[in-house]
């Protein structure tokens, strides 16, 4: 009974003691923010680099492709039709694109897509940006260039087509969903507030050549204010753009000369992945399989090659879990080769024994990976403070400890075991670090949950504060979870560090021979 | 009848490489219902002796059996029990617990002594027993204050209360008046002979002649041994 008594009349009435529940709190508080940012960091890059990919990816890393692939996909389907949903080829190449009218430059990474299958195997369409606010009006084929009019009123208008696909966005919109920082006022380039079109003082309507469309990164040729809004008005929607391509044989050496290919800026694509939309264009899978030299060419015997493809991407059916489908579509992948052998030349033989099955996940793991080991140090440099947290309440008890010794003699004198007397400490340390524990995890989650709110704040005092900068990172909001194993772990870990610092002053404390003390006054 | 009975008691300490040889064959026996004065010149070794009567201290050599029971053969843990319920001590300078009020101070032998659930149906008793020793030392009214807040013969008698709490066989006190002028002692004094007279074994540690003559009888140490 005394041992409590003891603790909580000590808590109360020994002020240092405060010290050591305020650096248990800050501890707390700090790990516990610093972890959700991460942690929601993470999922977001988790949730986002799996947009582009489908649930397994077979390809061969070399950027001449595979032969065959239509073949297998036709097989894959037939052979397990209860698993497969869609399954979609991509090749990826390197490209220079280029904007006539202002001569601006950048290598790019050109990603070759059928639009509409792999609509179907990823989210690539929630992260366009005209197609939200003009809903079916995206595609890779020929384009002319929508330009905005007057109607009777004075009024911009966009010809009726976009016109009547905002009325169906404005439609079928969620309120809450409606990203501000997207739109801006309506004016003569945009009367929807909505990215940027050419502007004539006439009837809306098309110019210029039809012209395949092309997908850009975001963050390929737009910026961001401080705001986070993207300043679209540089490169209007349509505009023609020139992509220069440089085809490669399945050998890996180089067909033709550079092709340069006109197109019109149709979209731009935001999956919210800085590494992928800083660089990443989207073009049409049929044309650019022609134009990169991996469609069916004839050869000088009158016989054709096999058209070639980076990459395929496989959906599952819903339900169907990647980690179970993989061993057995890689099983199909063995037994189509058997099927193929002895037909296929030296070289197809070679791009395709390096064909691989993966998962989404597997194949992401490099990415993911750089963020969990950051997770790791920062495990690791919080560690590192956890063991100041047990040392400067060692010491904080150590000074109770010696400032008591006399009492804890007294006590011991009126019958107090050694137990009982280190009791009184480690209960107390407990106490400090739940204590600690609670404060921290209420201001913890309080910060987080208010964090973006909070660098407003700051921001709005110095605007050298607002350590997340829209313009740096590609996510607009300070992304956060709180994770409760996370919480859990941390409220423990508050406990057991404060145990722990009270363990060697107990420990001093159990020592203490009554005698010794209590001769003198 | 004997109470405790201690044999070739033996106690050497060491300060680095000089030894000093503190009790050289102490054999002492305490009745029961005395009031027994150990005397004696400062530094002889008084206190030495009378912690280990009452288990705080170890002898190097001898024994003390406690109503029949070896204190230095039993455990730890049966010593610290034994300290709890059958001694009780009296120091020179209260040794009261600043954080806690007299009656609080009064009841901690009683806390010690009983697990946490117990605690809770045998506090009221132990209120109302704690209550009633300290109106006996005639401190009802201070039981709400602070140690600090008391003088010292009220101090004293604070560290009395808490001795007797337990109900304790053996009562001992090491210079109980020392820290005290000689009317609070001369009340500290009335106080001991009327729990003595109530049948509380006391041993008294004193170097005043004038107090150890309220004892029944007085015994003194000289040169490491009790005098005959
Ligand atoms: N822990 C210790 N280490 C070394 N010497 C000690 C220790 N405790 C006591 N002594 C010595 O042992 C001797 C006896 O001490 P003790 O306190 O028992 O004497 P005392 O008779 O009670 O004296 P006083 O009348 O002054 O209280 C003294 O010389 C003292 O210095
Ligand atoms: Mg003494």
Not at chain 1, 208 to 232: C, E, M, Q
Not at chain 1, 321 to 345: C, H, Q, R, S
Not at chain 1, 402 to 418: E, N, P, V, Y
Request: charged share 20%; hydrophobic share 45%.
């Amino acid at each position: 009974m005394y041992k409590l008594f003891l603790t909580f009349r000590y808590l109360i009435s020994k002020w240092v003691a405060v010290f050591s529940i305020l650096s248990v709190w800050l501890c707390v508080a700090m790990v516990l923010i610093v972890f959700s940012v991460m942690d929601g960091f993470l999922d977001n890059i988790k949730q986002h680099s799996r947009g582009l990919l489908g649930d397994i990816i077979i390809d061969n890393s070399t950027l001449q492709g595979f032969p065959y692939y239509e073949e297998f996909s036709a097989y894959l389907k037939d052979r397990l039709p209860d698993e497969i949903d869609v399954v979609t080829p991509v090749i990826y190449s390197y490209g220079i694109l280029r904007e006539p009218e202002s001569s601006f430059t950048k290598p790019v990474r050109i990603v070759a897509i059928d639009f509409d299958s792999y609509c179907a195997v990823n989210n690539f369409r929630e992260s366009l940006y005209y197609d939200r606010y003009y809903p079916d009006t995206t595609s890779l084929g020929l384009v002319q260039k929508p330009v905005a009019g007057i109607d009777m009123k004075g009024n911009s208008i966009l010809p009726e087509r976009l016109e009547a696909a905002h009325r169906e966005y404005l439609k079928n919109r969620v309120e809450e969903e409606v990203d501000h920082t997207d739109i801006a006022e309506p004016n003569y380039r945009s009367p929807h507030g909505v990215g940027g079109f050419e502007q004539h003082f006439g009837l809306p309507g098309y110019e210029g050549n039809p012209l395949p469309g092309i997908i850009i990164g975001t963050d390929v040729v737009f910026s961001r204010d401080r705001k986070g809004v993207y300043n679209r008005s540089i490169l209007d929607r349509g505009a023609e753009i020139v992509l220069t391509i440089l085809p490669l044989t399945s050998r890996g050496t180089i067909a033709e000369n550079p092709i340069p290919v006109a197109m019109r800026n149709i979209d731009d694509s935001r999956t919210k992945v800085y590494e992928i939309d800083k660089i990443c264009v989207y073009v049409d899978f049929k044309l650019f399989q022609e134009y990169l030299s991996m469609g069916a060419l004839e050869r000088v015997d009158g016989s054709f090659t096999e058209p070639r493809a980076s990459q395929l991407l496989v959906s599952l059916k819903d339900g169907k879990d990647y980690n179970k489908a993989l061993p057995k579509i890689e099983e199909v992948w063995n037994d189509f080769l058997g099927t193929l052998a002895g037909n296929v030349t030296r070289y197809e033989a070679d791009l395709l024994s390096s064909v691989g099955v993966d998962t989404w996940e597997t194949r992401q793991q490099a990415f993911i990976q750089a963020v969990e080991k950051e997770k790791v140090l920062v495990t690791i440099l919080f560690g590192i403070i956890s063991v100041v947290a047990i040392v400067l309440i060692g010491v904080v008890f150590y000074m109770i400890v010696l400032q008591k010794t006399r009492d804890i003699g007294i006590i011991k004198s009126l019958g107090a075991t050694s137990a009982g007397v280190a009791m009184i400490f480690i209960m107390y340390g407990a106490i400090i670090g739940v204590i600690g524990g609670i404060l921290g995890i209420l201001t913890g989650t309080t910060v987080v949950a208010n964090i973006n709110e909070i660098q407003a704040w700051l921001a709005s005092w110095n605007p050298k504060l607002q350590v997340w900068s829209p313009e740096v990172y590609t996510f607009d909001r300070i992304p956060s979870v709180v994770k409760p194993l996370v919480l859990v772990a941390v409220f423990g870990m508050a406990v057991l560090t404060s145990t722990l610092g009270a363990l060697v002053p107990a420990l001093k404390a159990a020592w203490v021979w009554p005698v010794k003390t209590l001769r003198y006054e | 009848m004997v109470l405790a009975r201690a044999t070739k008691l033996h106690k050497t300490y060491s300060l680095g490489k000089t030894k000093v040889s503190v009790l050289r064959g102490v054999n002492l026996e305490v009745h029961e219902g005395e009031m027994l004065a150990i005397t004696g010149a400062s530094g002889c070794g008084k206190s030495t002796l009378l912690h280990i009567l009452g288990a705080l201290d170890k002898p190097d050599q001898g024994t003390v059996s406690l109503g029949g029971e070896d204190l230095f053969a039993a455990g730890t843990w049966r010593r610290d029990a034994i300290r709890n319920k059958d001694v009780g001590f009296v120091f020179q300078f209260y040794h009261l617990l600043p954080e806690f009020n007299v009656l609080e101070n009064v009841l901690m032998p009683r806390m010690v002594g009983t697990p946490t659930l117990n605690w809770l149906s045998s506090s009221r008793e132990a209120k109302s027993k704690a209550t009633e020793i300290l109106e006996t030392v005639g401190l009802k009214d201070r039981m709400k204050h602070r140690p600090k807040e008391l003088s010292g013969g009220e101090r004293q008698r604070v560290a009395i209360a808490r001795a007797i709490v337990n109900e304790p066989r053996f009562l001992l006190a090491d210079e109980p008046t020392g820290n005290l002028d000689a009317k609070m002692g001369k009340g500290i004094m009335e106080c001991l002979r009327g729990l003595n007279r109530n049948g509380q074994t006391i041993v008294l540690v004193t170097h005043d002649p004038h107090i150890a003559n309220q004892a029944d009888r007085q015994v003194r140490l000289v040169d490491g041994r009790i005098e005959a």
